[in-house]
Structures are given as structure tokens and as C-alpha cells.
């Protein structure tokens, strides 16, 4: 079974500077998707960013950039000005390439300081 | 395009009752899911429909149950309420093809007495 796994429970991070949070997961196929969900106070989960596994290249859209590492099964985030609206709770996911059931990490919780 | 939306938003149950959760996907996604979040478990897959066939099945009891119709709109059902169902249902939505993205909605809050 797939599992993955957030090992930072709660990150602060003063407002402007960077911050990287950390995600490792397990499995034994080749063809995978991952992603990063926000949570803020609303519960609305919202799509931050994705990575397919077969892509080498890092995925980044504007302030927010990953460091996709294959072989050691490791996938951070990177978030950097950080901005008082990125205070949320941040999830971790994985999906393989069939069907769409997303595995879930147990979140981290990011405080951003003014 | 509007976006995922649920009803009801919140819902308090008692034990043994039944309840109902709607989940209308984004205009022309096929595929719905439906994931549990409470503080003990985290985020876990119940299941996804596809064109009004279940997809996939997430390790739950049979009390737990779900369709979809012809318009996609999913309907999850949960049977004999127990405490330990009170939680965050979140519903996601896709064009259902390996390549697409989830999008989530706001959620349903159950809380079971």
C-alpha cells in the first residue's frame, strides 16, 4: 500500500521569507502524480501544485516551487515571500496513474508570522 | 465555471440515524469522489464514480455507500450513525482521466450525537 508521510506537524515562518516543507512517500510504481493541497480556516482544499513522476523537471507556479526527488521518494514545497494568506494547513498527496483516489499525508500546519 | 459545491454544509445526526450528502461536480467533470477528514484518521478515500459507475472503493464499511447519476451530481449515503462518523465529508471532482486534477469542494460537517 501506498503511504505518505509528513513528518513536520506544525512550521511558522516570518512574513517575506521562505519556508520548505517536507514530504516523503512510498511506493512501488513508476508512473505516479503528486500534489500539494492547501487547507485554510474554510476547509476548502485548494490545489497549490503537481508534479507527474516522469517529469525531471521541478514543478513551480509563481511563489510556490517543489524539489521532486525520484529515487529518494521525496517531494517539498517550497513557498517562498511568504504572505499572511498562506497560513493554512498543507497536505501532501499521491496518486498513481489509474482512477483518482488520492493518498493523503497527515498535514502540516503553517503559521505565518507578520 | 462554478465549482464544486455540497449540501448540505452541516448536518447533526444521532446515533443509528441515516444521512444523505449531495456533491454537485464542476460543469462537464464526470468523475466525483468522496474523502473523510476527521482529527484521528486524516484524509481517507471513500470512493470515486465515473459515469455513474463506482470506480474505485476506499477501505470502508458497507454502510457507507454512494451513486451518481446522469448528470454526474454524486450522492453519498451513510447508514447506522455511529460517533465515529462525525467528520468532514469532502467531495472532488475531474474530467476523470489520468492526467486531471482534482478540485475540491467546501465540504459536508456530519456530527453525530
Known amino acids: 500500500a501506498q503511504t505518505v508521510t509528513q513528518s513536520q506537524p506544525e512550521m511558522s515562518v516570518q512574513e517575506a521569507e521562505t519556508v520548505t516543507l517536507s514530504c516523503t512517500y512510498d511506493?512501488?510504481?513508476?508512473?505516479?502524480?503528486l500534489f500539494w493541497y492547501k487547507q485554510p480556516p474554510s476547509r476548502q482544499m485548494i490545489l497549490v501544485i503537481r508534479?507527474?513522476?516522469?517529469?525531471?523537471q521541478n514543478a513551480t507556479e509563481n511563489r510556490f516551487s517543489v524539489n521532486f526527488q525520484k529515487a529518494a521518494k521525496s517531494f517539498s514545497l517550497k513557498i517562498s515571500d511568504s504572505q499572511l494568506g498562506d497560513a493554512a494547513m498543507y497536505f501532501c498527496a499521491y496518486r498513481i496513474n489509474a482512477g483518482n483516489m488520492l493518498t493523503f499525508g497527515g498535514g502540516t500546519r503553517l503559521m505565518v508570522k507578520p | 465555471k462554478a465549482g464544486v459545491t455540497q449540501t448540505p454544509r452541516y448536518l447533526i445526526k444521532t446515533r443509528g440515524q441515516q444521512v444523505t450528502l449531495s456533491c454537485s461536480p464542476i460543469?462537464?467533470?464526470?468523475?466525483v469522489s468522496w474523502y473523510q477528514q476527521t482529527p484521528g484518521q486524516g484524509l481517507q478515500f471513500l470512493f470515486e464514480?465515473?459515469?455513474?459507475?463506482?470506480?474505485n472503493k476506499g477501505n470502508f464499511p458497507g454502510r457507507f455507500s454512494g451513486r451518481q447519476f446522469s448528470n454526474s451530481r454524486s450522492e453519498m449515503n451513510v447508514s447506522t450513525l455511529e460517533l465515529g462518523d462525525s467528520a468532514l465529508y469532502l467531495c472532488a471532482s475531474s474530467l476523470g482521466g489520468a492526467k486531471e486534477t482534482q478540485y475540491f469542494g467546501p465540504g459536508t460537517r456530519l456530527l453525530v450525537l
Open positions: 511506493t512501488s510504481e513508476s508512473d505516479y502524480y
Open positions: 464514480y465515473f459515469s455513474e459507475t463506482q470506480r
Open positions: 460543469s462537464g467533470h464526470r468523475s
Open positions: 508534479q507527474e513522476a516522469y517529469k525531471q
